[in-house]
């Protein structure tokens, strides 16, 4: 039977104050009982959908697309490999040719994790300005079977864009996007097994997660 050596946690803090896409709902995290009053600690969570580390369903960006609750929970977790583009600048885009060096890890894995390390500018104006997938990319790995696509930045898009192709031709494939994830660098092993299990939300685009990637020995 096999044992957890390590686990990298990939989620970023979720909280009042918490970086969230241009105009989503900001996180609101109130005291709603407390011990001395009511006997007992709970707070009142108000986030959007998609807000901190989280997963996007077909639905979206595709009115008949499946909801987050609909969605086969094997793509939330599986074998994963790690794309380092890290060296790139803001808005570039992540081509195909930094990509196909990967292919036979691509081949083996579930699950691909670009690593930009662009979560370390969370709070700053440059956050926004991350570099994206290019629909090329896109295209491969949907070719490759890789339905489960996952970005250390805030969009596997470019944000401030009029265009989603990276979404759209996931939610066509009823794939899944995990985004705002963080920490790929800490990620020092080979094929990783990594987790991002959302909420059951019914009748959702997404959910927040904490994801992880987990090391067996």
Known sequence: MKKIHKIID??????????????????????????EKEGYNLSNVHIGSQSGSHVDAPYHFQNDGLTIDQMDLKYCMGNAVVIDVSYKKEQEEITLLEVQPYEKEIEKADIVLFRTDWYRYAGEEKFFLHPYV????????????????????INADKTGGTQFPIHDMYADNSGLIAENLAHFDEIDFSEPFVIFLPLKLVGVDGSPVRAVAVEFA
């Not at 970023?12 to 105009?23: A, D, E, R």
């Not at 290019?134 to 930045?153: C, F, N, Q």
């Open 10 to 35: 990939l989620s970023h803090p979720l909280q009042n104050g918490t970086v969230v896409y241009p105009g989503d709902p900001k996180p609101d995290i109130t005291v709603a009982t407390t011990l």
């Open 134 to 153: 290019s629909k090329e990319v896109g295209e491969y790995l949907l070719a490759h079977g890789i339905k489960t696509l996952a970005i250390d930045a």
